[in-house]
């Protein structure tokens, strides 16, 4: 069982060179959900996707752009990275919350460790 | 706007003892889930037990139950018998709305617990 797949796993980046994190899950989840996760600050939601083609801003959207055009990829892009993108990222999908039985949990990927000289 | 509080930074716990994880949260949407993850120092994120706001009991899940004080909005995580796999850091989030409403979870910060030998 694959769930969320995140790529790449490690990545290391120059100032202003920009990449895309790749987000795939296949258990049919309408949500899906890019984090960051820094020492001392949680998880902070960068972007969101309440299903395909569709595209909010969370907590700390600014940098960072998304794009959901199938409903199983959610993917996070850095147009021009900086060294406080250094980050850990995790993605995750889940269901809508209410919908029995399903609790509407967040299912995470294993994080990408990415860093920006 | 949503917002999730985690007290505690850090606590040491000796082995055996239970451990209660404070968790506040503010919103005002009537509808919301609670849920706690722990993320073990291998990175991880798992989740443990989930809260709904019109849930009459507090929820259990094996060694974890979660003290639900609706009027305090306060969710507490209680983890009886603390063993020493139980050392990592742990997660309160909060999601709003139900039933496919554009909604976001939340995280706090977190609370890293050190079980005692």
């Known amino acids: 069982n694959a769930g969320v797949t995140q790529t790449p796993k490690f990545r290391v980046l120059k100032t202003g060179q920009s990449m895309t994190l790749l987000c795939a899950q296949d258990?049919?989840?309408?949500?899906m959900y890019w984090y960051r996760q820094d020492p001392g600050m949680g998880l902070r939601l960068i972007h969101y996707?309440?299903?395909?083609?569709?595209?909010a801003k969370g907590e700390v959207p600014d940098g960072y752009n998304v794009s959901r055009l199938k409903k199983q990829n959610f993917l996070l892009g850095l147009e021009s990275a900086a060294p406080s993108q250094t980050s850990v990222y995790f993605c995750?999908?889940?269901?809508?919350?209410?919908?029995?039985?399903?609790?509407?949990?967040?299912?995470f990927g294993e994080g990408s460790r990415l860093t920006v000289l | 706007a949503q917002k999730i509080t985690q007290t505690q930074p850090g606590m040491f716990v000796q082995e055996k003892e239970a451990v209660t994880l404070d968790c506040t949260y503010d919103?005002?949407?009537?509808?919301?889930?609670l849920f706690w993850y722990k993320q073990p120092s291998s990175g991880e994120m798992i989740f443990l037990i989930y809260?709904?706001?019109?849930?009459?009991q507090n929820a259990t899940e094996g060694r974890y139950s979660l003290n639900f004080q609706k009027a305090r909005k306060s969710a507490n995580l209680v983890i009886s018998a603390s063993q020493l796999g139980d050392s990592a850091m742990y997660f309160c989030a909060m999601r709003e709305g139900s039933f496919g409403r554009d909604d976001k979870i939340i995280f706090g910060k977190g609370t890293r617990l050190h079980i005692l030998p």
């Open positions: 919103t005002s949407d009537p509808s919301y889930g």
């Open positions: 809260q709904g706001s019109y849930d009459q």
């Open positions: 996707s309440v299903g395909e083609g569709t595209t």
């Open positions: 995750a999908s889940s269901s809508p919350h209410g919908q029995a039985p399903n609790t509407g949990e967040l299912f």
């Open positions: 258990m049919n989840h309408e949500y």
